[in-house]
């Protein structure tokens, strides 16, 4: 008997957390809930809650009846595995061991799809010298990703998902180590390229950056890894492998700087056919796409003549009539990409104007993962950009996309003409910017001079195109001198402060006055604002900056017709919106016999770093009565108070507010009615608060209500808008109170505690949510009685009181220390003080207690 051995790639089995379903969501109406679900718990690699029971329908059922139904006296299992985890986890190689020593069958065949393959060798290899690794005859691998793939970097970078969806599990994906194990390796990038640019060293420490980020040992996941998928598999174990190729695949990508640009070749969609094929002499060359290959009919009849048969590769080749790997590359596939970058939504129109993708209206519980995963036989995404893969065997005469703006900035658009496999000429477009009011058509043709982009909004208006031939491309990189942008900005009160720091208010817009073409013609102009809404600019041209408050940061750059970046330009602007933003922050507090006046300004430290002095600010009274430079005491006025802010210009701004002094008496001794209280605040311009706070026997609440009980009660009350702050002390003193008080402390008794409770003058509650600070000290000068602190004591509140206590050999310890400099004082020491503050600003003092000492 025959046991056969069904192993999915990546995604390909059913995860549960707990009983719940959390991988793939399987319900349109459970895609909120269930994208939720999975972005928290897919991440948790640790957690011994997830788990599997089953593989993935839509892709390996029709496959697994097709080798049940082919066949008899043969034993079909399918491997489901927590496809997150490394691929040498422990349980996942115990399990899949236990399927092989279970089985009475005496050949074992492993049918591996994607990742699956890579599982399957290692699994072999680790277990060689197991009596039951005997009984494999067989691997069949099929779209494995030897070299790895470079779509696992964009997903490990960028997410997964369609645009309308941008960056999905962005943050779980770096935290599943398979993905790692799928990264282009070495052999990749050495002999294809990988990063333009880059080498393996550079791409390497990339890989190890991003894994420590995440807490993982690069070692485990990466570098033993590569180490063991050099070895062979044992060599009894005949090693079939299928490829797929003929679809435009992502094999290399070009950072510019500004933008990433995803690179094709031959391949499956997914996987490049140059890291699908290994050492073995057994291969198939299948035209089908990578998710397809387990439901390509061709495979399966492969698999009947290697399970069945055991026939030659050279006769199942010659009895299927397909190619070889040499004839793929003689003839290469024929396409076009058409790159989409934007903040858009882009749909697939036919020749009778039906939408074929991007209608969400047409979502079914069928194809919504595909369209979650961003998976699709002729789309992919890269950093934003959406791709468009086509094949010229196709009639493109009537295709054309439809492009709608999600939120406003730059569309970039070329048609990429694949012949014999390779990159031909290129058609791009000039960059446009679009918004709600606007839509786009681009008409897709076999011929590129044919291919053509519409713009509709304020009439109907056709963007400039240039064909850039195929064989001028492969010059583009060497020895080229980059384009500049000349450009300044222009508003009514902007300076520049320090080279690329500007100080701006109000309105500030850009204006390019001129770009110098480097080797090549420019294309286009960009800038953009604080790394959002990347925008088109052209010469002589003036753009309107979103600027927020403070500080901006300001890109703008160009670029020729082969994409060549210049340096980017970085500018940063601090930027006050209006005279009312430039006045101060004001801070009021308020007791029973004066208030004080203190000004922020938020942006302080902000100013200092242009070296432009901080805005000076004046307090003018309309009744100097009591007033000394920001103290004020209450002598029953109604005092009208005007700032005058002379600013970083040296212009002068001014506004005023009213502090009715009768009111505040009223408010202070709790006899002010509520509308007293609310005239009060608007006088100060607060009756806007969206909150106030309580602070009643040390303790402070918040609340949003204001109410007769709330006030009266107060100790203190607290109100805040955006521009002022007011604080009101109700308390005339607290007074402390001893339980046990002691004038003498006798060195020979092993401590001194001391007990109390603190009390207000308007209350005769125990005050507990009193944040202290309780020191021991010696006077210093007894003349004007100032004290040095030695040590400060912890306290803690029992039965309603305050307790502390300390070990006479600690102060014998600090009085010993003393004597060591008695130059330092006239007198001897003989007593002691416990000073108890209260910790807040003033830290005010309650009491000092003189204590004696006795030796």
Request: charged share 30%; proline share 2%; with cysteine.
């Amino acid at each position: 008997m025959k046991q056969i051995i069904i192993i999915p790639g990546i995604l390909g089995s059913n995860l549960n957390y707990g009983k719940c379903p959390i991988w793939p969501p399987t319900e349109m109406e459970f895609f909120v809930k269930g994208l939720v679900v999975a972005i928290r718990n897919l991440s948790d690699i640790a957690t011994d809650k997830i788990t599997t029971d089953s593989i993935d329908k839509g892709t390996y059922n029709e496959l697994y009846e097709f080798i049940t139904e082919a066949g008899s006296d043969l034993k079909v299992d399918r491997f489901p595995y927590d496809w997150r985890k490394n691929n040498f986890d422990a349980n996942t190689m115990e399990e899949l061991m236990e399927l092989i020593v279970d089985t009475s069958a005496d050949e074992v065949i492993l049918v591996a799809h994607s990742m699956g393959g890579i599982l399957s060798k290692l699994f072999l290899l680790l277990n060689k010298d197991n009596e039951y690794i005997k009984k494999v005859k067989k691997l069949i691998t099929i779209g494995t990703p030897w070299k790895g793939s470079p779509k696992a970097y964009i997903k490990l970078k960028y997410g997964i998902g369609a645009v309308h969806m941008p960056h999905v599990f962005k943050s779980t994906i770096p935290k599943l180590p398979s993905v790692y194990q799928l990264l282009p390796n070495k052999c990749y990038t050495e002999n294809k390229g990988f990063i333009a640019n880059k080498d393996w060293n550079d791409i390497y420490k990339e890989y190890v950056d991003i894994l420590r980020k995440n807490g993982f040992n690069h070692n485990k996941i990466l570098s033993e890894l590569y180490e063991k998928m050099n070895e062979n598999i044992p060599n009894w174990i005949e090693h079939h492998e299928i490829i797929g190729y003929s679809k435009p695949t992502l094999t290399s990508i070009r950072d510019v700087g500004a933008k990433v640009f995803g690179e094709h070749g031959d391949g499956d969609g997914t996987v490049p056919l140059f890291s699908a094929i290994s050492d073995t002499k057994y291969k198939y060359f299948i035209k089908s796409e990578h998710t397809s290959l387990p439901t390509n009919c061709q495979v399966k009849e492969i698999l009947r003549e290697i399970i069945f048969e055991s026939n030659s590769m050279e006769c199942i080749n010659d009895k299927l009539h397909l190619q070889t790997y040499q004839e793929i590359l003689d003839n290469g596939f024929e396409g076009k990409v058409v790159r989409v970058a934007c903040p858009v939504n882009v749909s697939l129109i036919d020749e009778n104007g039906e939408m074929i993708y991007g209608d969400l209206s047409k979502v079914n519980t069928d194809n919504f993962l595909k369209l979650l995963l961003g998976q699709s036989d002729n789309i992919e995404y890269i950093d934003g950009d959406v791709y468009f893969i086509f094949n010229n065997k196709n009639d493109l005469t009537s295709n054309k996309l439809l492009v709608q703006a999600y939120e406003e900035g730059a569309v970039s658009i070329a048609v990429e003409e694949y012949k014999n496999g390779r990159i031909g000429d290129v058609a791009k477009f000039k960059t446009f910017n679009m918004d709600y009011s606007k839509n786009a058509e681009v008409i897709i043709n076999n011929e590129l001079d044919n291919c053509n982009v519409k713009l509709f909004g304020d009439g109907e208006k056709k963007i400039t195109r240039i064909i850039l031939k195929g064989e001028s491309q492969s010059e583009s990189n060497k020895n080229i001198i980059l384009p500049k942008t000349e450009y300044n900005f222009i508003g009514e009160n902007i300076v520049e402060v320090d080279t690329n720091k500007y100080l701006a208010i109000g309105n500030v817009e850009i204006y390019v006055d001129k770009v110098i073409e480097g080797t090549y013609d420019v294309l286009d102009t960009f800038y953009s604002v604080n790394c959002e809404n990347v925008k088109s600019i052209s010469e002589k041209e003036k753009y309107l900056l979103d600027l927020k408050l403070g500080d901006n940061l300001i890109k703008i750059y160009s670029t020729d017709k082969y994409e060549n970046v210049e340096l980017i330009n970085e500018i940063y602007i601090y930027h006050i919106d209006s005279n009312y933003d430039r006045l101060p922050f004001l801070k009021v507090k308020m007791g029973r016999e004066k208030y004080t006046l203190i000004t922020e300004f938020n942006e302080s430290k902000d100013l200092e770093k242009f070296n432009l002095i901080v805005p000076k600010v004046e307090f003018l009274f309309n009744d100097n009565d009591g007033v000394l430079f920001n103290y004020i005491e209450i002598k029953n006025k109604m005092r009208e108070v005007k700032l005058k802010v002379t600013d970083s210009f040296g212009t002068l701004i001014s506004d005023s507010f009213i502090v009715d002094e009768k009111l505040l008496n009223l408010i202070i001794d709790s006899k002010a009615t509520l509308s007293e209280l609310k005239k009060f605040l608007k006088l100060l311009r607060l009756n806007d608060f969206k909150r106030f706070k309580v602070i009643r026997n040390g303790v402070k609440k918040s609340y949003k209500v204001l109410t007769n009980e709330r006030v009266t009660d107060a100790d203190s009350l607290e109100f805040e808008n955006s521009t002022i702050s007011i604080n009101i002390d109700k308390m005339k003193e607290y007074r402390i109170m001893f339980s046990n008080m002691s004038e003498y402390f006798n060195l020979s008794e092993n401590e001194f505690k001391q007990q109390f409770s603190i009390f207000s003058n308007n209350s005769t509650k125990e005050i507990l949510g009193l944040k202290l600070k309780i020191y021991l000290a010696v006077e210093d000068n007894s003349e004007t009685t100032q004290f040095t602190n030695l040590d400060c004591i912890e306290y803690s509140i029992k039965d309603n009181r305050y307790n502390y206590n300390i070990s006479s050999e600690k102060i014998k310890k600090h009085l010993s220390n003393l004597k060591l400099n008695p130059d330092m004082y006239e007198y001897e020491y003989n007593a002691i003080y416990f000073l108890i503050y209260i910790d807040n600003e003033e830290n005010t003092l309650l009491r000092a207690c003189k204590i004696e000492i006795k030796y």
